[in-house]
């Protein structure tokens, strides 16, 4: 079943808006400013969003009690990966529709716990060492984000995921930058990034976005190119506003950047400040 999500709107100039959901209607609001770009989806029912764009301002006014609700180390500021499951492995030439996040996890198909250790890492303030200042600074706050994946080729692919249980708050804030080497090749053989969140109470995916290089097709209007590269030149914000009817429920929130499947060309993700509040 295909259906197409609302896209609800204040638009302070220009703007174009295309969503494509593959999934029951959700409601989706999206926020922009010069630093960032946000997205506001409402979870009712389980969405398969990948391209969301607009200009315009909107407004969320969270609970309070989430202030003292947040990831364990969602910003990273420990310096570590603690809280978190990082996973990885090699891609073994899937295609794009094949590549899941849990393959890459401990237990999972593709799991190596080599490269899980060797490939993401904690990075501290500057700028990618590919694409430099195209990309703001690779710490959204504080001195500390998380890069999933290497800034080198080889068909290998990286995870972090973390699962919260009982989460009562009604919002989930994170942000995060991408880059997506093009090599040419198709889109079932390009470097793919993918984030999502499940609800785990339910057992549906209330968020995936799927983003790869193989072309124009692969990405929106929240990337840029510069040669080879698609890349997000500013941090994206994402708002999932969780239904009155999942309150309590546990989520899994996972992260995955994957090189293409031809060894050649790479990916990597970097994340930052999840939590309960705004961003």
Sequence with gaps: TTTTSTSTTTTTSTSTSTTTSTSATTATTTTSTSAT???TTTATTATTTTATTSTSTSTTTPSPACAAISFANGDFESGTSAGWTVG???R???????IYPDDYLPGGSHYSLTIANTHSSIVTHGYDPVLGTLMPNIVFRGSYSWRVEDTVNGG???????AVHNYSCTDIYFAWLAALENGGHTAAQSSVMIIEVKDLTVGDVILRRVYNAGGSGGVDSRFNQSGSYFYTPSWEIEHLVINSTRIG??????????DCSQLGHSGRI???SFGGVPL
Excluded: K, R
């Design 249 to 258: 429920n546990s989520f899994t929130l996972s992260a995955l950047a994957i």
């Design 270 to 272: 970097y994340l930052d």
């Design 37 to 39: 770009t946000a997205t």
């Design 92 to 98: 073994n030439g899937d295609i794009t529709d094949n």
């Design 156 to 162: 290998y692919g990286s995870v972090l995921s973390q």
């Design 88 to 90: 990885g492995g090699s």
